[in-house]
């Protein structure tokens, strides 16, 4: 079966750092991808990690460990309007199986 | 330019009726996905088109009926509208090179009521 896991709510002050778990076990793996998705809005592009390790884009990093079937979404500086869902999704063959996402509320 | 765009944005509709959603990319992809974003925002695979070619079909009632008259058009028509057809449509978009998979782009999605 395909089984994708993340927290469904997390909280954050202005400034901090959060991160964000997501934990999988598919049939097929080909990447691990990370949206945004702001409320009322479509899904956008973060990040894909499809070898282990720490990928940086700026604020947001993401790590992946495929043994363990496990995957983090780093935060820093964390401003008010990244205040989103952010989902996390598995590339299996031609389709991306995605998580039930988890909404982050920033404070100032 | 719009990259991924999709029409009507909103779409109210009465049971039992046909309705369409069109769906156009302009950026060059060869691979087109409709994605149903339920209220408890789970976002869930429909379709996918290949280069106008049928790839994925995720036990989708019949109901739902995608055509993609060439590779930068997928269009979704849904036949007997029922309640529990009321959702979010996202259209996407992507590359794909062999069994890989790269980053989706979505359009704006379109909000389905059915009353």
């Known amino acids: 079966g395909q089984n994708i896991d993340q927290p469904t709510e997390m909280t954050a002050t202005e400034g901090a750092i959060v991160q964000i778990n997501c934990t999988y076990q598919?049939?097929?793996?080909?990447?691990l991808f990370w949206y945004q998705q702001h409320a009322g809005e479509a899904p956008t592009f973060l990040s894909y990690?499809?070898?282990?390790g720490l990928e940086e884009k700026g604020r947001f990093s993401s790590f992946l460990s495929r043994s363990k079937g496990y995957s983090y979404l780093l935060l820093k500086e964390l401003q008010m309007k990244d205040s989103a869902s952010y989902l996390c999704?598995?590339?299996?063959?031609?389709?991306?199986?995605f998580g039930t996402g988890t909404r982050l509320q920033v404070f100032p | 330019d719009t990259a991924v765009s999709q029409t009507p944005k909103y779409l109210v509709t009465q049971m039992g009726n046909d309705k369409s959603i069109k769906c156009e990319q302009n950026l060059g992809h060869d691979t087109m996905y409709w994605y149903k974003q339920d209220s408890k925002k789970f976002l869930k695979i429909m379709f996918s088109y290949n280069n106008k070619e049928l790839i994925i079909n995720e036990t989708v009632p019949n109901r739902f009926s995608p055509k993609s008259p060439d590779k930068a058009h997928l269009n979704l028509h849904i036949n007997s509208l029922e309640l529990g057809d009321s959702a979010v449509y996202f259209c996407?978009?992507?590359?794909?090179?062999?069994?890989?998979?790269?980053?989706?782009?979505f359009g704006p999605g379109t909000r389905l009521t059915v009353t």
């Open positions: 990690n499809v070898l282990d």
């Open positions: 996407a978009s992507s590359t794909t090179s062999g069994s890989l998979s790269y980053e989706q782009y």
């Open positions: 999704a598995v590339g299996n063959t031609d389709k991306l199986i």
């Open positions: 598919t049939s097929g793996f080909n990447g």
